[in-house]
């Protein structure tokens, strides 16, 4: 069933060039980087100034995070995503494992759902987690920026695991 709403929904996307979203939610974070950065105040910065006031504005924040990545990294992401908008991630615990189902939303924006609350009703399926990439100094600065936004309603444990496979190292 799930196979067959992605092809479905993969088609209509090559077909039409546009956005299928199934999930019955719409992305709440920084649709731009310069939405949570000034590109004025950074342009003179190196990479290591921009990671540091990065990880400096998330860490006060309540469930979001900051990461940053080597900036081809990001770039990579998001060149994936774009051509594969649905993923299935296998998340591992000491009990056992779940699924989520990844979408990309363009330019730069991920929805991460329960698959099986997808596979139930994907309209009514409501994101764990957010995250976007934004690779705006992928390459004058070499990093790509990360924020992630985990939902209020995800249990505790589950967004502990969910954070293992997110984060590097």
Do not use: C
Not at 1 to 8: F, R
Not at 48 to 66: C, I, M, P, Q, R
Not at 78 to 84: C, G, I, K, N
Not at 87 to 97: C, L
């Amino acid at each position: 069933m799930i196979q067959s709403k992605l092809k479905v929904a993969l088609r209509l996307v090559g077909r039409h060039n546009s956005v299928v979203r199934f999930l019955s939610f719409s992305f709440a974070g920084p649709k731009r980087l310069n939405d949570v950065i000034k590109a004025e105040l950074v342009q003179d910065m190196t990479g290591n100034e921009v990671a540091d006031l990065w990880y400096s504005y998330h860490e006060t924040k309540d469930s979001v995070f900051g990461i940053v990545l080597k900036g081809e990294d990001g770039k990579t992401v998001l060149s994936r995503a774009s051509s594969s908008p649905f993923f299935i991630q296998p998340v591992f615990r000491e009990d056992g494992f779940f699924n989520l189902i990844s979408q990309f939303q363009s330019p730069s924006h991920f929805l991460l759902a329960y698959l099986e609350d997808y596979k139930m009703d994907p309209h009514a399926a409501s994101p764990l987690l957010t995250f976007s990439v934004f690779d705006d100094y992928a390459e004058s600065k070499d990093v790509s920026l990360k924020t992630m936004l985990l939902s209020k309603h995800s249990m505790i444990d589950h967004r502990l695991s969910i954070l293992t496979i997110l984060l590097p190292g």
